[in-house]
C-alpha cells in the first residue's frame, strides 16, 4: 500500500523514533495499570481501555523499530532534509513499520470510542470497522474523524469531574488530534514535522503525569 | 458484569466502613453503614474474612471486625482503580 512520502528535516532524525519509544513506554504502563483494574472490576470499558493502549503501543513501537532501520538507508543519501519514500512499487521496511501503525493507532481509537460508550450503547464493533478499513488509506483524516469522538467524551467527562486527572486526559487526547492534524500537511512544511511529533509528545507526557497522580491517591482522600 | 460491579463495591464500603470507625466495627454498625440485609453481610463479612482482608476481633466482650493489612492495601488499591476509570470517564 503506497503511504506517500514523509519529508523529514535532517538533524530531527532519531528524535522521533525516541519519541515513539517514550510514546509506547507510557502506553504499556497505562497497559498495564489498565490490565490491574480490569482484574479487579472485570467492567468491559477497562478491558478495551487495557487492549487500546497496548495495541498503540505495540504500533509504536514498530514503528520506532522499523524507523531506526530506515535511517540506516536514507541518512547518507540526504543533505537538510531527508525523504522516507514508502510510495515505491516494492513493499519495504518502512512500509510495513508504517502498515502496522497506521492498523494500530486506528483500532486503538476505536477502543479508546468503545470505552466510552460501553456502558451507555451496545454498539457490535464489526458495524464500525469496515468503516476505518474503507477508509485505511487516509490515516490522518480517519484518525481525526475517531479522535473527535474520543475528545467529545473526554470533554463531558472533564466537565463533570472537574479535576486534574479527567483534564489531564482530555489534554492528550486533543495533543494527540493536534498531531494526526498536523500531519496532514507535512507535504507542504516539514517543519511541522517536528511541530507535530512535539504535540504527540505533549499527549503522552500528560498521560504520564495522570498516572503518576492516580498512583499517588491515598484512601480516604 | 452489573452484579460483579455492585459486589465489588460493597466489598469496598465495608471495608471502608471499617477503617472510618478506626479500623474495627461491630457488625450492627456494618449492617446498617452498609446497608445491607443480615444475610447478605454475613456472607460478604465470611468472604471478606476468607480472604484476610478482615479478621475476628473482641471489643467490650463483643465480636467485631478489624482490617487486615492486606484489606487495607485493597482499599488502597481500589482508590487507584477509581481514579483511572473516573480520569477515563469509567463509572464503576
Same mark, same amino acid.
Given at each position: 500500500m503506497a503511504i506517500g512520502d514523509i519529508i523529514v528535516p535532517k538533524w530531527f532524525f532519531g528524535f522521533d523514533s525516541?519519541?515513539?519509544?517514550?510514546?509506547?513506554?507510557?502506553?504499556?504502563?497505562?497497559?498495564?495499570?489498565?490490565?490491574?483494574?480490569?482484574?479487579?472490576?472485570?467492567?468491559?470499558?477497562?478491558?478495551?481501555?487495557?487492549?487500546?493502549?497496548?495495541?498503540?503501543?505495540?504500533?509504536?513501537?514498530?514503528?520506532a523499530i522499523t524507523r531506526i532501520y530506515s535511517y540506516g538507508?536514507?541518512?547518507?543519501?540526504?543533505?537538510?532534509?531527508?525523504?522516507?519514500s514508502t510510495s515505491g512499487s516494492a513493499f519495504t521496511i518502512t512500509?510495513?513499520?508504517?502498515?502496522?501503525?497506521?492498523?494500530?493507532?486506528?483500532?486503538?481509537?476505536?477502543?479508546f470510542i468503545l470505552t466510552s460508550m460501553a456502558e451507555k450503547i451496545k454498539l457490535p464493533i464489526m458495524f464500525i470497522l469496515p468503516v476505518w478499513f474503507a477508509a485505511f488509506p487516509y490515516f490522518h483524516i480517519t484518525s481525526i474523524f475517531l479522535m473527535s469522538f474520543v475528545v467529545f467524551n473526554s470533554?463531558?467527562?472533564?466537565?463533570?469531574?472537574?479535576?486534574?486527572?479527567?483534564?489531564?486526559?482530555?489534554?492528550?487526547f486533543v495533543f494527540i488530534s493536534i498531531f494526526h492534524l498536523s500531519l496532514i500537511v507535512i507535504p507542504i512544511n516539514q517543519t511541522v514535522y517536528v511541530f507535530a511529533h512535539l504535540f504527540l509528545l505533549l499527549g503522552f507526557l500528560s498521560f504520564?503525569?495522570?498516572l503518576v497522580k492516580v498512583l499517588k491517591v491515598k484512601v480516604g482522600k | 458484569m452489573k452484579g460483579r460491579r455492585s459486589e465489588i463495591n460493597i466489598l469496598h464500603d465495608i471495608l471502608q466502613l471499617i477503617e472510618k470507625k478506626g479500623g474495627v466495627a461491630k457488625p450492627t454498625h456494618i449492617l446498617y453503614g452498609a446497608n $445491607?440485609?443480615?444475610? &447478605?453481610? @454475613?456472607g460478604y463479612l465470611e468472604f471478606l474474612e476468607e480472604k484476610d482482608f478482615i479478621e475476628k476481633v473482641?471489643?467490650?466482650?463483643?465480636?467485631?471486625?478489624?482490617?487486615?493489612?492486606?484489606?487495607?492495601?485493597? $482499599?488502597?488499591?481500589? &482508590?487507584? @482503580?477509581?481514579?483511572l476509570s473516573s480520569a477515563f470517564g469509567i463509572g464503576l
Open positions: 525516541a519519541i515513539y519509544i517514550f510514546v509506547a513506554i507510557v502506553g504499556f504502563l497505562i497497559t498495564y495499570y489498565s490490565y490491574k483494574t480490569y482484574s479487579i472490576t472485570a467492567k468491559k470499558q477497562h478491558l478495551f481501555l487495557y487492549w487500546g493502549f497496548k495495541i498503540i503501543s505495540v504500533g509504536f513501537l514498530l514503528l538507508i536514507v541518512l547518507p543519501t540526504c543533505t537538510d532534509v531527508c525523504t522516507l512500509d510495513f513499520g508504517y502498515w502496522i501503525y497506521f492498523a494500530a493507532s486506528l483500532l486503538a481509537y476505536l477502543m470533554i463531558l467527562n472533564f466537565l463533570k469531574n472537574k479535576n486534574a486527572a479527567t483534564l489531564l486526559v482530555l489534554l492528550a504520564l503525569f495522570m | $445491607l440485609s443480615y444475610k &447478605r453481610m @454475613v473482641e471489643k467490650s466482650g463483643k465480636t467485631a471486625y478489624k482490617t487486615t493489612d492486606k484489606g487495607k492495601r485493597f $482499599l488502597l488499591e481500589f &482508590r487507584k @482503580v477509581e481514579e
